[in-house]
């Protein structure tokens, strides 16, 4: 079996406080939870992100952290106002990059990106993760270019922002080949065509428990991805990219 690193999961565990966002709470998924989903799929590490109604807590990603072991690693959602010594707290407890979920709030807001951004990098080493819809980027897209390292999720969900998508992945942009229940285009051309515009660009991810996905994960996207992207291309995407990118390897 091939290894697998997660690029993309959630923990919801409920002895820890969750934000309604827009109405929605979402049911919980614990550490115990995701290890026995994802048991026969071969994934021995992973990076856990904080959702919208997780808002700026760290507590809950600190206690998956130390189950889940370190092969995982965290992503946070963090206020303008952290110190640097709180970052430096965080990164030793395993967290590896910061949030900005700009889709559906929980997170700071667009107009702290660059200054947060350059200063966890600096600070920690951190890259910035989006959740976006890419038809927002080309309004973005110059700014984004500035950033000293970047994700994007779910594929960028749209395929009216495909464009912009290739263009940042060309220059140095991750994005997660996750959620392909969320996006509204055919996701084997699509990941065909960010892997060809940066071999080192794709990182799948479960995004389990796939709260408020309109088709959740199947162990098929798995299949899907391997038929895409062709042994070399999906060893990528399933393992190395990820891996390096959250310096892991």
Known sequence: MRPIFDAHCHIIDSAYPLIPNNGYTPEFFSVDDYQKRTRALGVIGGAVVSGSFQGFDQTYLIAALKRLGPGFVGVTQLPASVTDSELETLHQQGVRALRFNLKRGGSEQLDQLESMARR????????????????????????????????????????????????????????????????????????????????HALMFGTDLPSTRAPRPFEDTDIVLLIDALGEDGAGRALWQNAREFYRLS
């Open 120 to 199: 966890v990098h600096d600070c920690v080493g951190w890259h910035c993760e989006l959740y976006i819809d890419s038809r927002e980027l080309p309004a973005i897209e110059t700014r984004l270019l500035r950033l000293p390292a970047l994700s994007i999720d779910h594929l960028g969900l749209s395929h009216e922002g495909l464009p912009s998508l290739l263009r940042l992945a060309g220059h140095g942009a991750r994005v997660k080949a996750c959620g392909f229940g969320r996006v509204d285009f055919a996701v084997p051309g699509v990941l065909q065509q960010i892997h060809s515009a940066n071999p």
